[in-house]
C-alpha cells in the first residue's frame, strides 16, 4: 500500500527530502539550547564570568536564529510536498476512474468515488505532512534530547526510562481504543455524501411531493451519527493530554527530589539541572507527538486502503495489442450471445442471442421494462464484454478494435441524457472537439434542435447549467442527438432517446437521420410503436431473449408481443 501511494509522490521528492533535512537542523539547535543554557548560568552568571555571558547568549541567538529558519523552511517544503503529493493523488485516482468499464465503476457508489477523492486524499494528505516533518522530528528529538540528558548526568536520566515504557503504553493503549471508532466515521461519510447527492439530483421531486421536512431530518440523523462517532473517537483520543501532564509533572517532581540532593552533594550544578528539566519537556513531548502521528497514521491508513482500492481495480476492458484501428462498415452480428453482470451464468441478462443486422438498416428493439435491450446495445461498443459468445462490427470481432476508434464509430444516446454546463457549443464538441459553427448547425438541424437555439438570445452560444436544467427534457434529447451525430459514426443507438419528444418531432428527426444518414445503422430502443413501425425491421426482446426479429409488417402477423402493444398504442387512433 505504502510502495503504491509513493509513487504519487513523483516530482515532489526533493521538498520531501529538504523537509526532513531542515527538521534534523532544527532538532539538533534545539537539543544545543539547553547545553549551552547549563554552561552559560554555571560558568557565565554563578561564576560571574561577565565574557562567558556574551559568548553564550551570543550562541543561544545563533543557535536559536538557525532553529527557527530551519523550521520555517521545513515547514514550507512539508507543506508543498504533501500538497503535491494529495494532488498527484487526487489526479491518479481521477484518470483511473475514467479508464474503468461500467463494471468497474458499479463496484463502487458514486458518493463512495467522490469520499475518497476528496475527504480520504485529505486525511492522507495531512499524514504525510506529518510523517515527513513530526514524524521525523519527533523521534530525532527524542534520541538527541536523551543523549544529552545521559551526557549530562546518567542518575538522573535513568529517570526518563521508566517514565517513557509507561507513557509510551498509555498513548499506544488510546490510539488503539481510537481507530476502530474513526473507520466507523468514514462509512458514515459515504452515507451523508449519498444522501446530499441524492437529494440535489432529486431536488425537483423532493419540492414536488413537500419532503423538505423529512430530507432535512435525514440528513440531520446522518450528521448528528457523524457527530457522535467522532466525538467518541475524540473523547479517547483526549486522554492523550493528562496523560501527557501526569507523566511530565511526575518526572519534574522525581528530577527535582534526586537532583536538589545530588546539587547538596556537588554531584549537579544548578545549570545542569535546567537543562535536565528541558529535556523533560523535549523527551515527553515527543513521545505525545509520536502518539498524535500514530493516531492520524490509523486514521489515515483507513483511507489509504479506501485510495488503493480505486487505484488497484482493473479495468477488465481494454484495447488489444496491434488493434485494429478502422471500423469498415455498420454490419453488426451477435453470435451466441450470453451476458450476466454479476458473471453467474444462473443470472443472465441476456441468452443465446444470434442477431444479423446489415449496414444501413433502420432497427427497432422493442420489449418490456427490464427485458435488456439497453444491455444489447451496450454490448456493440463494449461498454460491456459477453460473458460468451462474440459481438462482431463490420465483420470484425468488437475485442479487436481499439476502444477509442470503435467507441467513436458507435455514437450512443442514452438512456439517460447527459449534459455539462457550458454553452451548447462545448456541449455539442463533446462529439468532435473541432467541429466547426456550421457542422453543429447542421446536426442541430438534423436532430430538430436548430427551431427552439434560434429562439435563444444568445442562441449557440446559449449556457446550460449542470445537467442541463435550463431545458426542456424533449430539448435535451435533441441536443444528445445532434451531439451524437457529430461523431459521424457508423452505428447510431437511439435508447429510448425520443421519449420526451413529441410524435411529430420523432417522426421527422427519424426522416432526416434516414434522409441524410442512409449508410449508417441506426437502432432505436423505444416504448413507442410509432418509433419503431417505419423500421426496416424490428427486435422483440423479452425476459432477456430474441423472441422474434422481422419486418413491422410481418411481426403484426406472428408475435404475440408485438401485436400486444401495436393495439395497446394504437387502440381508438385509427
Known amino acids: 500500500m505504502i510502495k503504491k501511494l509513493s509513487k504519487s509522490i513523483r516530482e515532489y521528492k526533493k521538498e520531501s527530502i529538504l523537509s526532513g533535512l531542515f527538521i534534523t537542523i532544527e532538532v539538533i539547535m534545539e537539543v544545543l539550547i539547553p547545553l549551552i543554557l547549563a554552561y552559560l548560568i554555571d560558568d557565565g552568571i554563578n561564576a560571574s564570568n561577565i565574557e562567558v555571558v556574551w559568548i553564550s547568549s551570543g550562541q543561544l541567538i545563533i543557535v536559536a536564529c538557525i532553529s527557527l529558519i530551519s523550521g520555517v523552511l521545513a515547514s514550507k517544503y512539508s507543506a508543498i510536498a504533501s500538497a503535491g503529493f494529495a494532488k ?10 475514467q479508464d474503468y468499464s461500467f463494471s468497474n465503476i458499479d463496484k463502487f457508489t458514486s458518493s463512495s468515488l467522490v469520499t475518497r477523492l476528496t475527504t480520504d486524499i485529505s486525511y492522507i494528505q495531512n499524514a504525510y505532512m506529518m510523517i515527513i516533518r513530526t514524524a521525523l ?7 538527541f534530547a536523551l543523549t544529552s540528558a ?25 490510539a488503539n481504543r481510537a481507530h476502530p471508532r474513526f473507520k466507523k466515521v468514514f462509512e458514515t461519510y459515504d452515507e451523508l455524501n449519498t444522501d446530499v447527492q441524492e437529494n440535489v439530483r432529486g431536488i425537483r421531486v423532493v419540492k414536488s411531493y413537500v419532503k423538505e421536512e423529512y430530507e432535512k431530518q435525514k440528513f440531520g440523523r446522518i450528521s448528528k451519527l457523524i457527530y457522535d462517532r467522532f466525538s467518541k473517537a475524540e473523547k479517547i483520543v483526549a486522554w492523550n493530554q493528562p496523560v501527557m501532564q501526569f507523566s511530565m509533572y511526575a518526572c519534574i517532581l522525581a528530577i527535582a527530589f534526586f537532583a536538589s540532593k545530588m546539587i547538596v552533594g556537588g554531584e549537579l550544578t544548578t545549570g545542569e539541572l535546567t537543562s535536565l528539566l528541558s529535556y523533560t519537556g523535549q523527551i515527553l ?25 480505486v487505484l488497484d481495480e482493473k479495468s477488465d476492458i481494454k484495447s488489444k495489442e496491434n488493434p485494429v484501428m478502422n471500423v469498415k462498415n455498420g454490419d453488426i452480428e451477435f453470435k451466441n450471445v450470453s451476458f450476466s453482470y454479476s458473471k453467474n451464468k444462473n443470472k443472465l441478462a441476456l441468452k443465446n442471442i444470434n442477431l444479423k443486422i446489415n449496414s444501413g438498416e433502420v432497427i427497432g428493439i422493442i420489449g418490456g421494462t427490464g427485458s435488456s435491450k439497453s444491455t444489447l446495445v451496450n454490448l456493440i461498443n463494449r461498454l460491456y464484454d459477453v460473458n ?5 462490427l463490420g465483420g470484425v470481432n468488437v475485442k479487436e478494435y481499439d476502444l477509442e476508434v470503435l467507441r467513436d464509430s458507435v455514437s450512443v444516446v442514452l438512456q439517460k441524457n447527459v449534459l455539462f454546463s457550458g454553452t451548447i457549443i462545448d456541449n455539442m464538441r463533446w462529439g468532435k472537439k473541432d467541429a466547426t459553427l456550421d457542422e453543429i448547425k447542421h446536426v442541430c438541424d438534423l436532430a430538430c434542435a436548430s427551431e427552439f437555439i434560434e429562439k435563444f438570445k444568445e442562441k449557440y452560444e446559449y449556457v446550460l447549467d449542470q445537467g442541463g436544467t435550463n431545458v426542456s427534457g424533449g430539448q435535451k434529447q435533441r441536443l444528445c442527438i445532434a451531439r451524437a451525430l457529430l461523431k459521424n459514426p457508423k452505428v447510431l443507438v437511439l435508447d429510448d432517446s425520443t421519449s420526451a419528444v413529441d410524435t411529430k418531432t420523432d417522426a421527422l428527426i427519424r426522416k432526416n437521420l434516414s434522409k441524410y444518414l442512409p449508410s449508417v445503422t441506426k437502432l432505436i430502443i423505444a416504448q413507442r410503436i410509432a418509433s419503431v413501425e417505419n423500421a426496416d425491421r424490428v427486435i422483440v426482446i423479452d425476459k432477456g431473449k430474441v423472441v422474434d ?10 408475435c404475440d408481443i408485438y401485436k400486444e402493444v401495436y393495439n395497446s398504442q394504437k387502440k381508438g387512433v385509427e
Open 549 to 558: 426479429f422481422d419486418t413491422p409488417k410481418n411481426l403484426l402477423k406472428n
Open 285 to 309: 513531548s515527543s513521545l505525545m507527538m509520536l502518539s498524535m502521528i500514530y493516531v492520524m497514521t490509523i486514521i489515515s491508513a483507513t483511507s489509504a486502503e479506501r485510495v488503493c482500492e
Open 137 to 143: 522530528r519527533s523521534p530525532f528529538m527524542l534520541i
Open 150 to 174: 545521559f551526557f549530562i548526568n546518567k542518575k538522573i536520566a535513568l529517570i526518563y526510562l521508566v517514565v517513557i515504557p509507561f507513557l509510551g503504553f498509555s498513548l499506544f493503549l488510546i
Open 388 to 392: 460468451e459468445g462474440e459481438v462482431l
Open 88 to 97: 498527484n493523488l487526487r489526479q491518479d485516482m481521477y484518470f483511473k476512474i
